[in-house]
């Protein structure tokens, strides 16, 4: 059975890879650069993340993601500047992404209006010499090359302390495929694509409960013209200011289970755990991630212990 999935995922990747395909991740309310620009700068020093995710780790090939983020505000904090890096893998595809972000932020009486974009390259490769054979075969005796093409993005992003609202379509081109006779990369397209982009609405608040207690719900919304609606909800609670603990719900997809500890006023580090109730449930195993975050001080700025956000 391990087998049999191995080698759907292996028919599956190319499919995969000629729409759109946004990676997931559990824990997005701690750091959402990855799915909107405007989200640059909205600390008030240096942020960096780094989240690596296993999906269904009994599944030899299945999808596997690494991602690090840094922003920071800049320019009288009136400006984000922010870095992603990206690489997601399924099977013996491998999409690499580096983007550059910028937002530009407005003073507003109660909260703060971000407008952002970003600009940078997508790589596209199949790593074919990972493919096991019993006799040796020519398709399978090289990596094909990696092969870039740009992409850009917009989003907005309002936020005060305790609560915040984006809105954002973090990849305006459509990456297509193009393969040879053996069915491997020749090339790779990029065209502006409407029907295929990825919406995505991402919105949070904290609540008091007592004075040790406080309660964050949350919600992203990710919508593709001619495709079901998915949505991911998560509520998760703060105690002592240092340990946050949740459960979520993914549409048609999962249900997951969250924790995460604020070691000190600068460093968090957090996990989930990810159970598929799909028809793969039975064999799939679980998915794993995990997080940490870094917040820099500098020029002696405060910085706020535990980010909400």
């Not at 904090?77 to 932020?105: H, P, R, W």
């Not at 995460?260 to 755990?273: E, M, T, V």
């Not at 917040?295 to 405060?302: E, Q």
């Amino acid at each position: 059975m391990r087998r049999l999935c191995t080698i759907s995922i292996l028919l599956l990747m190319h499919t995969l890879l000629y729409a759109q395909n946004e990676p997931m991740f559990t824990q997005y309310s701690f750091n959402e650069l990855f799915i909107n620009p405007a989200y640059a700068g909205s600390h008030e020093a240096m942020s960096v993340s780094s989240v690596f995710r296993e999906q269904w780790v009994n599944i030899d090939g299945a999808p596997s993601t690494k991602t690090l983020t840094a922003h920071t505000p800049f320019y009288r904090s009136k400006v984000g500047l922010g870095l992603t890096i990206c690489q997601d893998e399924i099977g013996v595809a491998s999409q690499t992404g580096v983007f550059g972000n910028y937002s530009y932020k407005i003073k507003l009486e109660q909260g703060t209006l971000a407008l952002g974009v970003l600009a940078g390259l997508s790589g596209y490769q199949e790593r074919l010499l990972d493919i096991k054979t019993n006799t040796p075969d020519v398709n399978f005796s090289s990596n094909t090359p990696m092969f870039f093409v740009p992409n850009f993005g917009v989003g907005t992003y309002y936020y005060t302390k305790r609560f915040y609202f984006g809105l954002s379509v973090p990849r305006l081109m459509e990456n297509t495929l193009i393969m040879n006779q053996s069915n491997s990369i020749e090339r790779v397209e990029a065209r502006f694509a409407a029907t295929r982009l990825h919406y995505f609405l991402a919105t949070g608040i904290i609540l008091n409960v007592g004075t040790l207690v406080k309660i964050r719900p949350s919600l992203m919304i990710k919508a593709v013209i001619n495709a079901p609606v998915e949505y991911d909800f998560n509520l998760a609670t703060l105690l002592v200011q240092t340990l946050w603990v949740g459960a979520g719900y993914r549409s048609g997809d999962a249900l997951n289970f969250m924790t995460a500890l604020q070691i000190n006023n600068q460093l968090r580090i957090g996990y989930s755990f990810d159970y598929t109730f799909t028809t793969l449930s039975s064999y799939a195993g679980g998915t794993h991630e995990f997080s940490a975050n870094y917040l820099f001080r500098f020029n002696g700025r405060k910085v706020t212990s535990p980010r909400y956000f």
